[in-house]
């Protein structure tokens, strides 16, 4: 079956703030991660079906549902789960807050790697624990960036934490950390009993032909030291129904961390595990092959447009994601790149400094759209630069 990435639905006229009715009618969004095309129709049938039938009762995660996850981790890696060790969450933040609040302290804080995620830095805000920075360094290569582990300061770093939340691959970066990297971070996560929590969402994303591996696959002993974070909501684009899964493979930790989430009472929406369900089935792989094309196809005109048009300007090249990272410290922009080219290009990218103090300078563009929408927001950056 051929699948079309080239029109995207209209949702300026929904009523409630999304993507596209944040910023004012004349502003392109770019910003935040979710991508402008349809979920694929298997997950849109399931969700008709469960509508039609006209009741929207509780309900709850089943057996069936875990099994599904660990064949679908057994499937894409073969790495072999157990379906007792899955445990289904609100969504893969609320996953982790919750993994912080049972392995941190006021001693004992979260290690993160700098630029990331913006909700990485509220946990520390969330659960009232210490942050601990291990900031990835930057080198460029004509106007290529990239960025590195400094293995000095992440073994400093480490001893101070309880739990090391890892993004692989890594939002905004676009990163797969190499087996090699995550061995060693591994390694020091271990030797000082901190938890690896791995933030895998991205995981389905895969550029050109990059691979993944999970971290816990990686050996039984690290398995046993980490929790494994997978939605379907990134790959197929349905972010909105809220539903994840913490893989736990050693059941003390699974334990502690299950009941933290009965605690809260984190119910999962039924829509979401319907959505989950079909999208981890395999129903919908035809449509994330070519979605994967399409995407990677996005990153390298973004690249090109890059450097063959804003000299001044550079660019990760990602590995996974629809997210690109934007270095314009050399553009004469004064103040904030996000704020400057809101108002002077109508285009709203993601800020820099919400992935941390060294994201000042930056922005994050999502390149999760269609071609014609990604040049026009191209067009317009370049327009707008000094
Ligand atoms: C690395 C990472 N983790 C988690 C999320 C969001 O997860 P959820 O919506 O399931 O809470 C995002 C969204 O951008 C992300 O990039």
């Known amino acids: 079956m051929k699948y079309s990435f080239y ?38 049938n399931e969700l008709h079906r469960v509508v039609d039938q006209g009741v929207l009762g509780y309900e709850i995660p089943s057996k069936s549902l875990s099994e599904t996850v660990a064949a679908r981790m057994d499937h894409l890696y073969q790495w072999k789960v157990r379906p007792e060790s899955v445990v289904t969450v609100t969504g893969i933040v609320s996953g982790f807050n919750v993994a912080a609040r049972v392995f941190c302290s006021l001693k004992k804080g979260v290690l993160i790697q700098t630029p990331v995620f913006n909700e990485f830095h509220e946990v520390k805000n969330n659960i009232g624990i ?25 073994r400093k770093q480490v001893k ?18 190499s087996h090699k990297d995550l061995l060693r971070m591994a390694e020091f996560c271990i030797e000082n009993g901190v938890v690896i929590v791995s933030d895998e969402i991205h995981s389905e994303l895969l550029l050109g032909g990059n691979q993944f591996t999970p971290m816990a696959k990686l050996s039984p002993e690290i398995a046993k030291h980490t929790i494994t974070l997978v939605s379907p909501s990134k790959t197929f684009n349905v972010p909105g129904l809220f539903c994840g899964f913490a893989i736990i493979q050693n059941k003390e930790l699974r334990e502690r961390y299950k009941k933290e989430v009965e605690h809260l009472r984190l119910h999962v929406n039924s829509m ?7 999208a981890f089935s395999g129903q919908c792989d035809g449509w994330l092959r070519e979605l994967r094309r399409y995407l990677t196809a996005n990153r390298d005109f973004l690249v090109k447009y890059i450097t063959e048009n804003m000299p001044n300007v550079r660019t990760t090249i990602s590995e996974a994601t629809y997210l690109g990272w934007l270095d314009f410290t050399r553009t004469g922009i004064k103040g904030s790149p996000y704020k400057y080219l809101i108002k002077n290009a109508k285009v709203a990218l993601s800020e820099g400094k919400i992935f941390g103090s060294d994201g000042k300078g930056h922005t994050r563009i999502n390149f999760g759209t269609s071609r014609k929408i990604l040049k026009q927001g191209l067009d317009r950056i370049r327009r707008a630069l000094p």
Request: hydrophobic residues 45%.
């Open 272 to 278: 979401g595990l319907h959505a989950a369900q079909v």
């Open 130 to 154: 210490p942050q601990i920075d291990v900031p990835l360094v930057k080198s460029v290569d004509g106007n290529i960036l990239h960025y590195e582990i400094d293995w000095d300061v992440f």
């Open 7 to 44: 029109a995207t639905p209209n949702r300026r006229n929904l009523n409630i703030l999304n993507k596209w009715t944040y910023y004012p009618k004349d502003v392109l969004p770019m910003w935040v991660a979710d991508m402008d095309f349809p979920a694929p129709i298997p997950i849109l």
């Open 160 to 177: 101070k934490a309880g739990m090391f939340l890892l993004c692989n691959p890594h939002n905004p970066l676009g990163i797969i950390f």
